[in-house]
């Protein structure tokens, strides 16, 4: 009995000793191993809490947005009379009957009195305007006038009783990243809003910098045409206008009028019955690598002024060729189309502070801008306002001058011997003492009126055309 008792303490200590020596030993070794591995190859986890994240927090609210912007968004019907294109059938059977052609589009009243702005597309060449409301009530609207090379259109409608309307926000501040709500009456689905978001600015898509468009990727299609492009807050920043699609229907991009050239144009409108431009009086490219390459610079953004025209608020201010434009007031300046924007939507005498790097050092100048003195004139070109000089040398104390003739009628002209310089003097009667005369001539003319120009040819003679 007592070499048993013996034999299992001996066990019991020997056991102790193993199971001591391992944990001493090799448990403390593998667990300095597994540490040193969690640090050098497994990524650190931090531990987060069970709070369940508000999205309504930080997803941005439309609501305000969209019940102040539907019920000043309007349905727009354009009924226009028009003719078939001539058929063998008409000889035998007569010719068919003027028929009615109904196009629809959106508007956006911007005054309790009525006045609704939209796309000069939505509204061309109608014989009848008629207007519905968010209420279903129906109104015939007037034609204020257009602006073709903006695309924007004022028409007015008489009401009984004070309308909701949207005001022009500020789009300058309009950023890209921005969310906006597009409004308007697609496919003929009344008060429709779609979202998204600013994708560009002072985009152009005619390839011919005419054009400044504010890019988004709210979904618009036929019928948007004219609606309204709001910011979160419900301000109007822009009147949509075009979409990039090869179909006919939307694809992922849209292009709104930015406001501040939408009210800009409308204020002229209703002041003056035509739009005032202001211009600056340079010509010049954008900058990029390779024009900045071949003027000797190392700057990739920019207006560089290639040309500065005589008598305009650029050359009395002292602007050169080689000045590089960076901003006009606060507008910063990296392509063409962020100057052509921000001039329409200014006026002729307002004046904008140039910003520009000339022999490396930054300067501002302030720049008076003046009445655009030129105008295309149907059958010649471009005509533009003439000095002194010009007029003296045709020994006449009133005309225009012929800047440019038109590819199409040069030939013609040439022949007459009438050559670029040459002064037109009269459209229809009427005397021209500036550009601003010109357009009023042909304003004021009806169309089935034969167009009548007088010229002084090389010869010194006034010479009176007729076209037709």
């Not at 066990?11 to 667990?31: D, N």
């Not at 000889?91 to 939209?118: E, W």
């Not at 002024?305 to 002292?318: F, I, L, P």
Request: hydrophobic content about 40%; proline content about 3%; charged content about 20%.
């Amino acid at each position: 009995m007592k070499k048993i008792l013996t034999l299992v303490g001996v066990s019991v200590l020997g056991g102790l000793l193993t199971l001591g020596g391992y944990k001493l030993f090799i448990e403390k070794q593998h667990s300095e191993q597994l540490a040193t591995e969690q640090v050098s190859d497994l990524p650190i986890f931090i531990p987060t809490n069970n709070t369940i994240n508000n999205a309504a927090a930080i997803t941005p609210n439309f609501v305000e947005a969209a019940e102040k912007s539907l019920d000043a968004v309007v349905h727009v019907k354009n009924t226009a009379i028009v003719s078939a294109p001539v058929t063998m059938s008409d000889y035998f059977f007569g010719r068919s009957q003027p028929r009615a052609q109904v196009g629809t589009g959106s508007g956006v009243i911007i005054s309790p009195t009525g006045y609704i702005v939209t796309n000069n597309h939505v509204i061309q060449n109608a014989n009848e305007i008629s207007i519905t409301l968010n209420n279903n009530k129906t109104y015939m609207a007037e034609l204020v006038g257009t602006d073709e090379a903006t695309d924007i259109a004022l028409i007015k409608i008489e009401a009984d009783e004070d309308l909701p309307f949207l005001a022009f926000g500020d789009s300058d501040n309009a950023k890209i990243g921005e969310w906006v709500l597009a409004v308007g009456n697609p496919f003929n689905l009344n008060s429709t809003v779609t979202a998204g978001i600013i994708s560009a600015k002072s985009r152009d898509l005619s390839g011919r910098n005419t054009q400044s468009f504010i890019q988004t990727d709210a979904a618009v299609n036929p019928g948007n045409s004219g609606g309204a492009l709001v910011n979160t807050n419900g301000d109007l920043i822009g009147i949509n206008t075009a979409i990039s699609s090869r179909d006919g229907s939307y694809i992922g991009y849209s292009f709104a009028v930015p406001s501040n050239i939408a009210r800009k144009i409308v204020n002229d409108i209703m002041e003056y019955g035509n739009v005032q431009n202001g211009i600056l009086g340079v010509i010049g490219s954008a900058l990029n690598s390779q024009t900045a390459k071949q003027i000797g610079i190392d700057m990739t953004e920019g207006f560089y002024v290639s040309n500065v025209t005589e008598d305009t608020g650029a050359e009395k201010a002292g602007i050169k060729t080689g000045d590089i434009i960076k901003k006009l007031d606060n507008v910063e300046i990296n392509k063409f189309s962020d100057l052509a924007g921000y001039l329409k939507t200014k006026s002729p005498n307002d004046v904008v502070n140039v910003t520009l790097i000339r022999d490396g050092d930054e300067e501002v100048v302030p720049v008076t801008l003046l009445k655009n003195p030129i105008f295309e004139l149907q059958t010649i070109g471009i005509i533009r306002n003439a000095s002194k000089n010009d007029l003296k040398k045709f020994k006449t104390d009133y005309g225009v001058k012929i800047s440019r003739f038109d590819e199409r009628y040069q030939a013609y002209w040439n022949r007459e011997g009438i050559e670029e310089g040459s002064i037109v003097t009269r459209i229809n009667g009427k005397k021209l003492y500036s550009v601003d005369d010109a357009q009023n001539a042909m304003k004021t003319r009806s169309m089935n009126d034969p167009l009548q120009i007088e010229v002084i040819n090389k010869e010194g003679e006034k010479v009176v055309y007729n076209f037709r």
